[in-house]
């Protein structure tokens, strides 16, 4: 062997000792440098089998150390104690509502539509099923929604050992019981076990309760339908109750009960030509427990959603009871708003022989501004009537009591009409019917009232409030600009619902959904100088073993205070000379806006003094069906718009509610109303653009006259159409211009007669 042969052997044994590395630029291999020298294959896979045999040996020990417990509490339910903020109990509610069955009482076949949703593999695991729960870790932990994948042996255990707290010692000690039960006890006795436990809402604690709350028959004459949506149901039953589901909640239960169906299919408990012949079965209308007829069942609804909203806890645990959960309700007060929907509305109803007054339902809240608490509300005619609270719906739009939001963001962004002059209560607009925006990706031209044209053309921001004139609002918020104004909405107080057309000026009309309670924390807010007013029904609630940490209801600043007293200086101007001038009173100084709906499926009056603030709100929903219907032609008579029944209602209650009461004036110093802008023309409506409509005296109307101060000059928002020669000198203030609230004692001239266009509420 030659010299170079010599040296090749040695390079190559060199290499075969060499360790293995990634071959460099010239064919070379190195060391494993830095992290990859920590993390190789085989470390890993030991390190995974090292755990999974660390966390065998600690299921081994946690099952010989964790005894399977005695029943929870559930066995011995408390009540839950409801009382009115005067310390007076209003109900007591809480009683168990359970009655145990054995499994023979339930059709086999709504005993496999429980094991189709909830485990198929039920009667092959041993209790717990690891895959699932590591299915359902992942899913918390990747944000797809909390941990899932028990078995039925797990909700078993949970519902009749332990509790529904979400913690990880609770799901640990679920885990370990769940092995020893399963292999104490048959399937069929933890299968009648777990169906005789859970909550299916309505109160009702297992499957013979459930039969009788959803569908009025006993467990043992369930069908497969039915059986298939109580199996459903148990997801969420406050969220699935056919009853009060929002839609979204309506869609998710369906594909659950087609999902128990389908899955029946699968595991072949069900026979496909039959499946595909079963319909969802309506249940039955919820019924109130005794002692919660009429409004208190709506009080305890409100409260309850506010409690569970706050706490985070579910609809079962509330049930358990123990609570005592004192109201903001004032029974004075809640007296006094009954009546007044009695009175004005329900008294003058035919329900029985006349179609429109049957799908009348009459919703109402009031709220104190200075402190956030609901002291009054109204849900409907009773629990077992309409189930659903009519105060906390939110499938109607609000109508014109929107445009008070658009005027407030116009304010607070310092908006400028399309000639570029600031948005002021003083600014002008055309107020044409049928007007094309001007600015906007998106063509609008929305009709006012009757079709009635205002201002020929021009009219001032004030008078356009007081008349809701829809054309001009309509124009203004493309000024704004929508997303703008859907952001104010929700400073003030209003919730961003799927659906709600921020891009769209149709918005201005209040186009998204509300309900009474979101109203009136809009106009809180205005009421309370702009401070955020969160209305909340709970005054306090304790438990023994709980902790209740009550959400403070008036916060910071949500918009300027002189856009809330420039906006409430502008609504004073509806009460006064407006399309709410029914509810103006010498007993107090309000501000308020009507509204109604396209259709006039919904008519609403929203209105404030400085001590109280009301919503009070009509919908037109078809019995039985929940369709959206007109309230045309309601107690007999023609178009029921804001400034009819709500209005009538509103102004009866504030009476009762304020008797004895020094009432205050609005304190407005820091309103600004903007220069004076002269309209061209007539502020007065017209059915056709070239044509003007005078007043009955032959002068132009003021949007807000007032007796003790008339000016000479030919301006139509400061010409009072009741002149008093007495007070004729002399120039106003322009800043008061279309808000001042006229005072009898200082003129003894009669109130003027307003032609009938300015007694019309608005869309």
């Known amino acids: 062997m030659g010299r170079a042969d010599a040296r090749k052997a040695q390079q190559q044994r060199s290499a075969r000792r060499s360790p293995r590395g990634r071959a460099d630029g010239k064919g070379r291999t190195g060391k494993r440098t830095g992290i990859r020298r ?67 009482k339930v059709p086999e076949e709504v005993q496999k539509a429980f094991i189709a949703i909830e485990n198929k593999s039920f009667y092959e695991d041993q209790g717990v099923d690891f895959m699932g729960v590591a299915r359902g870790l992942f899913n918390t932990v990747t944000g797809r929604g909390k941990a899932g994948g028990s078995t039925i042996t797990q909700q078993y255990v949970k519902n009749f050992y332990l509790t529904q707290d979400q913690t990880a010692t609770r799901k640990v000690k679920e885990l370990v019981i769940s092995l020893k039960v399963d292999q104490r006890m048959e399937k069929p006795d933890i299968l009648a076990g777990y169906l005789n436990t859970s909550y299916f809402g309505r109160g009702a604690y297992g499957i013979q309760a459930a039969s009788q709350a959803y569908y009025g028959v006993d467990s043992s004459k369930l069908t497969l339908e039915q059986g298939a949506y109580l199996a459903a149901l148990l997801q969420a039953p406050s969220d699935y109750d056919w009853a009060n589901a929002s839609e979204r909640g309506k869609k998710l239960v369906m594909i659950r009960f087609n999902g128990v169906l389908d899955n029946m299919v699968e595991m072949g408990a069900l026979d496909k030509a039959k499946r595909d012949t079963l319909k969802f079965q309506e249940p039955i209308k919820p019924k109130p427990a005794p002692g919660l007829e009429g409004q208190k069942g709506y009080l305890k ?73 609901i002291v009054a509300m109204y849900g409907g005619t009773g629990m077992a009537d309409h189930w659903a609270s009519n105060a906390l719906r939110t499938d109607y739009q609000p109508g014109s009591t929107f445009k008070p939001v658009v005027l407030a963001s116009a304010l607070e962004t310092k908006a400028v009409t399309q000639d570029k002059k600031p948005i002021t209560p003083n600014a002008l607009y055309d107020g044409t019917s049928k007007r094309p925006v001007v600015g906007s990706k998106i063509p609008f031209n929305p009709q006012n009232q009757d079709n009635k044209n205002y201002g020929d053309p021009m009219m001032t921001v004030q008078e356009a409030t007081n008349y809701s004139v829809n054309s001009v609002y309509a124009q203004m918020i493309v000024d704004v600009k929508p997303q703008n104004a859907k952001k104010t909405a929700l400073q003030l107080g209003m919730k961003d619902r799927e659906g709600w057309p921020e891009d769209k000026p149709a918005m201005s009309l209040g186009t998204m959904s509300a309900n009474t309670v979101e109203m009136a924390a809009v106009y809180a807010t205005l009421d309370n100088h702009g401070k955020k007013v969160t209305p909340s029904i709970i005054k306090s609630a304790k438990h023994s073993v709980r902790e209740f940490q009550k959400v403070e209801s008036v916060g910071s600043q949500a918009i300027t205070r002189e856009t809330a007293d420039t906006v409430t200086k502008v609504l004073t101007g509806v009460v006064n000379d407006g399309s709410g001038k029914a509810v103006k009173s010498s007993a107090y100084e309000a501000a ?26 009509m919908f037109g929903e078809e019995p039985g069906t929940g369709k959206q219907v007109t309230l045309t032609g309601t107690a007999g008579g023609g178009r029921a718009g804001g400034s009819s029944f709500p209005a009538e209602i509103w102004k ?35 059915n056709s653009p070239s044509s003007t409509s005078p007043s009955p005296s032959g002068s132009q109307l003021s949007p807000s006259p007032d007796p003790s101060k008339v000016s000479p000059s030919p301006d139509p928002s400061k010409v009072s159409p009741s002149p008093d020669p007495s007070k004729s000198s002399g120039k106003p203030d322009p800043t008061k211009s279309g808000s001042v609230k006229p005072d009898p004692t200082k003129s003894s001239a009669s109130p003027p007669v307003l032609p009938p266009f300015q007694q019309q509420d608005q869309p």
């Open 301 to 373: 609804q409100a409260a309850d959603a506010e409690l569970r909203r706050q706490t985070g806890m579910s609809a079962a645990e509330l049930q358990a009871g123990g609570w005592e959960i004192v109201l903001n309700v004032d029974p004075k007060k809640q007296a006094a708003l009954e009546k007044a929907v009695q009175d004005e509305l329900e008294s003058k109803l035919d329900r029985k022989d006349r179609p429109v007054d049957a799908s009348v339902q009459a919703g109402a809240t009031s709220v104190d501004p200075k402190t956030g608490a």
């Open 652 to 686: 009866a209650y504030t009476l009762a509610a304020l008797k004895g009461v020094d009432t205050a004036k609005f304190d407005l110093s820091e309103a600004e109303m903007g220069a004076v802008q002269t309209p061209s023309r007539s502020s007065s409506p017209s």
């Open 38 to 104: 920590f993390f190789t294959w085989k470390k890993i896979l030991g390190t995974f089998f090292g755990l999974m045999l660390l966390g065998m040996a600690a299921l081994v020990g946690l099952y010989f150390y964790v005894d399977e417990p005695d029943p929870n509490a559930e066995a011995t339910l408390q009540s839950n104690t409801y009382k009115y903020a005067d310390g007076t109990v209003m109900a007591r509610e809480g009683k168990m509502n359970r009655e145990i069955v054995t499994l023979d």
């Open 592 to 617: 308020g806006k009507t509204g109604t709906t396209e259709s006039n499926v919904s008519a609403w009056f929203t209105a404030y003094t400085p001590e109280l603030v009301t919503v009070v709100a």
